[in-house]
């Protein structure tokens, strides 16, 4: 049994005890895990990181203004979301992920300039190599968080580098099974595919917790 099996037959046995919009944001968010596993057992990256993110979506995503692809406030969002799943984690599964399962996928995607976002401002700006400092010093962070257990900006650093790659691949800024992107979302994959059921699993685990209003809750006209 994958993730997604053993996470639905748990959801469809206690999802009468859910409160409505916690419960709504894991049955969405499961549907899209299953998907996305779907893609990656076919070796299709792409449509597997489209799919993970989106059950990503459906499980951290508030209510924002209509007609906005993006919105301003992506990242407290995600400060947010990750807050309340840290306190769900009662056995810091998600910093074991971290440190012990995925620390080889995302020590290299961490080191990697072109999921960081002042790498692509300062190409667009000429700036040419302006954007090293920053680089080295973002890393340094990183393991440094790592290294004193701070989860929560383990996480937010680790989102920031996927939410680049996610903007590459929505937006149309990179080429589907392309030789190019490769390697990021080979790592990309292999992070969100773990931490996504995790994710869901912890919701499960913590229903009394304020997951927040669904964006485009189910409502009748």
């Given at each position: ?24 944001r ?9 998907r996305?596993?779907t ?70 995607l ?67 099974n392309?030789?190019v ?41």
């Amino acid at each position: 049994m994958n993730r997604h099996q053993a996470l639905k037959a748990r959801q469809r046995e206690e999802r009468a005890n859910y409160p409505e919009d916690m419960g709504l944001r894991v049955h969405r968010a499961l549907s899209w895990l299953g998907r996305a596993e779907t893609e990656r057992s076919t070796g299709d990256h792409d449509g597997a990181f489209v799919f993970y993110w989106i059950a990503f979506n459906a499980a951290y995503a508030g209510e924002i203004g209509d007609g906005l692809e993006e919105s301003p406030s992506a990242r407290e969002e995600f400060r947010q979301y990750f807050a309340s799943l840290l306190l769900a984690d009662k056995k810091s599964a998600i910093y074991d992920a971290i440190w012990t399962r995925f620390s080889g996928p995302i020590r290299i995607l961490l080191d990697n300039p072109y999921v960081f976002a002042p790498f692509w401002n300062s190409n667009r700006a000429g700036d040419g190599d302006a954007w090293k400092g920053a680089f080295a010093r973002s890393v340094d962070v990183a393991h440094s968080a790592v290294e004193q257990k701070d989860t929560q900006r383990v996480l937010e650093i680790i989102f920031d580098r996927l939410y680049v790659l996610r903007n590459q691949v929505m937006h149309g800024g990179a080429t589907w099974n392309s030789s190019v992107n490769r390697d990021q979302l080979r790592d990309g994959v292999a992070i969100l595919g773990w931490l996504i059921p995790l994710f869901i699993e912890l919701m499960m685990d913590a229903p009394e917790l304020d997951w927040k209003r669904p964006y485009y809750p189910v409502v009748e006209a």
